[in-house]
């Protein structure tokens, strides 16, 4: 008999619905019943792609003397970290704090009240490697809640009284000045790989925030080590079996330092990153590699991720069944073995693919089975051959079972994808890319968006989910819109990031300090409300909303955003010398106000050659607005003229405008970014 999930939209939800135990939404109706039945609530947080959380479900939530045992004596509540990212960085921190360490599946016992008073993450079914068995644990803490339960909701009390009086000190509300983005530099200087590219050691995950602001650095400043370690750390990347080598798209990380084996679940917000810092690596190089790579990025969102609906799908799992065994394990759909090629491509074929894509017999995975790499070598191949055989390959592991799809669509994830798409497609002339951008704005703005412009943060199947957007939600999705404006010249995207950023002003900025929360003042309260400027996947929503307003406040003029994002970036001033590696996108923002952004108002032809120029610009965060000549859709537009009938550039930074240009050429090297 289903329980109470399965009317979520949650894919992950939706797989425990027919769990013997008796599972809760994330509500205070399971809080009620908690102080009802006199019980504390087992919170299990996870997600649907996690390797791990699977484990733990198909060890222990999905057998019955475990499931008995959890209904008898708890409230069991499940939450879907990428529906509930509030909840799940708010009882993460205790995790943190009590045991030092934190990662999911993530298992928390608390009061009626949600206060916590035990931490976990994976536990196994019987007790090895010093960690008890989730049997004992269930039993200790049931009977310490029925022996001891004074003392235990006391230490809950501190523990909450704790984590809502940690106070952020960040430095204030100055801007960082060239001296902390050079210190910046030096700090990843000294965490980066010189051998193997990115930053630090295994397992290793891929630095997209912090590749984008080694970029912005180098076009601001002409520093060739910046360049280097980005344009190096791609190229391994991307080399690497963190990159599917035959349908494109990254892994999440790699679990070695040389980034040859992922885990194998592809996320969308990575790669939407990703594809975007390789458009932005191609722009500072001309590299056709980064182009490639962009390219296969962004069709592999575009053929595998897009929905019925037109958004995008969260994420593609990391196990699959294996053909052979027919059990469910991690990698099965990607790895090869030299006799799997040869069985595809034939002998002469199978043995130039092996050689191509470092498939060896020992293999570099698991059973004597390779990731499939392009490791630097001194034979020459046939480029022609090998994309023959890529194809080749490519039909041939389409027969094989596919990883399961988180169908949900997530607005912040979404926005980050209508960024990367929207450019992508501008630069390499694929306006499929930019209409599959544009289709997955119509879909947030016709579902996630209600008439006052608040935004939900999920949908599935067309359905919007009953969770509210967070500071991330609101951030990145205007990103989007902001790049949909600057490539298609509508002026409706520009506004539409206006009503969300209002939002970000009114609901989530602090007014006396100009810190940022990660939920709105008007959001559910938890018992913290959590604030964190450090990146962790994916942008924190308080540096992306710091850009967003910076671009926002340069294609209109509005003080209010600017002085806001100027408030806002006073945290990178703090870590950004202190800790580069997790701030990689305040830091990039921080570089974008030190270049101005400049401003590039191209009167003429949409998608035309002066329009293309201005936005393969490399000026750190410069902001385009194109359209005809009286055109009222860009604020930027605003009587300017065309001269001598050419399409016209006008390039503004810092309240100076350069003489209007009508040559690409000249445009081109005003908008290059290197300054003195």
Request: charged residues 25%; hydrophobic residues 40%.
């Amino acid at each position: 008999m289903p329980n109470r999930l399965a009317h979520e939209t949650s894919p992950y939800l939706l797989q425990h619905a027919d769990n013997p135990v008796d599972w809760w939404p994330w509500s205070a109706d399971a809080f009620e019943e908690a102080k009802r039945r006199g019980v504390p609530v087992l919170l299990s947080v996870g997600y649907s792609s996690c390797h791990w959380c699977h484990v733990m479900a198909h060890e222990s939530f999905e057998d019955d003397t475990t499931a008995a045992l959890v209904n008898e004596h708890f409230v069991a509540v499940k939450v879907d970290r990428e529906e509930r990212p509030d909840v799940d960085a708010v009882y993460m921190e205790a995790v943190q704090a009590a045991t030092g360490h934190g990662g999911w599946p993530m298992t928390v016992f608390l009061t009626p009240d949600a206060e916590p008073f035990y931490f976990g993450t994976y536990f196994p079914p019987e007790a090895r490697h010093g960690s008890p068995s989730f049997t004992q644990v269930l039993q200790g803490v049931r009977d310490a809640w029925g022996e001891r339960r004074g003392e235990v909701t006391e230490v809950a009390g501190k523990i909450s009284a704790d984590l809502a009086a940690r106070e952020l000190t960040y430095g204030g509300t100055e801007v960082p000045s060239a001296e902390e983005l050079g210190q910046a530099l030096l700090g990843l200087v000294r965490e980066y790989d010189a051998t193997y590219g990115g930053f630090g050691g295994a397992p290793k995950f891929p630095p997209s925030m912090v590749i984008e602001f080694l970029l912005r650095h180098h076009a601001r400043t002409g520093a060739e080590g910046a360049l280097q370690m980005a344009t190096d750390t791609c190229e391994r990347m991307a080399r690497g079996g963190i990159y599917d080598q035959l349908g494109g798209g990254f892994a999440r990380y790699s679990v070695d330092r040389e980034f040859t084996v992922p885990h194998f679940e592809k996320m969308l917000y990575d790669n939407a990153l990703l594809c975007r810092a390789y458009a932005h690596l191609w722009r500072s190089t001309g590299s056709e590699f980064a182009r490639r790579t962009a390219l296969e990025t962004a069709d592999f969102m575009v053929r595998e991720l897009r929905t019925n609906e037109g958004g995008f799908a969260s994420a593609l799992d990391a196990d699959s069944e294996d053909p052979v065994s027919g059990e469910h394990v991690e990698g099965a759909y990607y790895v090869w073995t030299p006799a799997q090629l040869t069985e595809v491509l034939g002998e002469e074929d199978g043995q130039l693919a092996a050689r191509c894509f470092g498939v060896t017999e020992e293999g570099t995975f698991e059973e004597g089975a390779s990731v499939l790499q392009l490791p630097q070598s001194d034979e020459v191949f046939d480029a022609e051959r090998i994309d023959g055989i890529r194809r080749r390959l490519a039909a041939a592991r389409a027969e094989r079972p596919a990883p399961g799809r988180d169908d949900k669509v997530v607005a912040a994830w979404n926005g980050l994808a209508i960024a990367a798409l929207a450019e992508t497609g501008a630069y390499f002339g694929r306006q499929d890319l930019v209409d599959a951008a544009v289709a997955a704005g119509d879909l947030l703005v016709r579902l996630h968006m209600d008439p006052q412009a608040r935004l939900s943060r999920t949908s599935k199947d067309g359905r919007v989910g009953r969770n509210a957007g967070v500071l991330e939600d609101y951030a990145d999705v205007a990103e989007g819109f902001l790049a949909l404006a600057s490539v298609t010249g509508e002026g409706v995207w520009l506004e539409f990031a206006g009503f969300l950023l209002d939002h970000v002003l009114d609901r989530f900025v602090d007014a006396e300090s100009g810190a940022l929360y990660d939920t709105a003042v008007d959001a559910e309260q938890l018992i913290r409300r959590p604030q964190d400027p450090t990146d962790n996947a994916a942008p924190s929503g308080w540096t992306a909303a710091a850009g967003a307003l910076l671009s926002y406040a340069a294609q209109t003029g509005s003080e209010p955003h600017r002085t806001a994002a100027e408030r806002a970036l006073g945290v990178v001033k703090a870590l950004g010398p202190r800790v580069p590696r997790f701030i990689g996108n305040g830091l990039a923002v921080a570089e974008a106000l030190l270049d101005g952004p400049r401003e590039i108002a191209v009167v003429g032809e949409v998608g035309g050659r002066l329009h293309h120029t201005a936005l393969t610009g490399t000026a750190p965060g410069a902001v385009v607005a194109a359209g005809p000549e009286g055109s009222g859709e860009l604020p930027l537009l605003a009587d300017r003229l065309r001269i001598e009938d050419q399409d016209t550039a006008y390039v503004c930074r810092h309240f100076v405008c350069d003489a209007p240009v009508t040559d690409p050429d000249r445009l081109g090297q005003i908008v290059g970014g290197t300054t003195a």
